[in-house]
């Protein structure tokens, strides 16, 4: 429901509140007033959390850089263990999702000076 992905202008719009409790697990090992508390402070900062990668802020003046030498010679030929329809589709569903969110940029092949095997590794959760 993409009326819920309101982070940058309701982050504590009570629908939304509402999904981020529903999503987070709190442990049973609280007492009820422990884990009241908990809900209550998860509410009180709704706006960190993100519910879609469209709602994760980029920080500012924050660069991703690695120190590579200019002349440094990296394979770029792939050695890619064939994916299975479900991972392809989940794998091509996240780029484009990446894309539109504008987490990574697309670039041309000849911009490529590395690359490496994908491996999709399923959350213990």
């Known amino acids: 429901d993409t009326n819920l992905f309101t982070r940058m ?17 709190i ?16 509410a009180s900062f709704a706006d960190i959390f993100a519910l879609s990668v469209h709602e994760v802020h980029q920080v500012k003046d924050i660069v ?10 990296f394979s770029t030929k792939v050695h890619q263990k064939p994916l299975t329809p479900p991972q392809r589709q ?8 990446m894309l539109e969110a504008g987490i990574i940029d ?20």
């Open 64 to 73: 991703h850089r690695l120190d590579i030498q200019p002349d440094a010679v």
């Open 27 to 42: 442990g049973t090992d609280l007492r009820e007033d422990q884990s009241t508390k908990v809900r209550e402070l998860i």
């Open 106 to 125: 697309a670039c041309k092949p000849e911009e490529v000076k590395c690359v490496s095997a994908t491996t999709l590794a399923q959350k213990a959760h």
């Open 90 to 97: 989940y794998l091509y569903t996240s780029i484009d999702t």
């Open 9 to 25: 202008t309701e982050p504590h719009k009570p629908e939304r509140v509402k999904e981020i409790l529903r999503l987070v697990t």
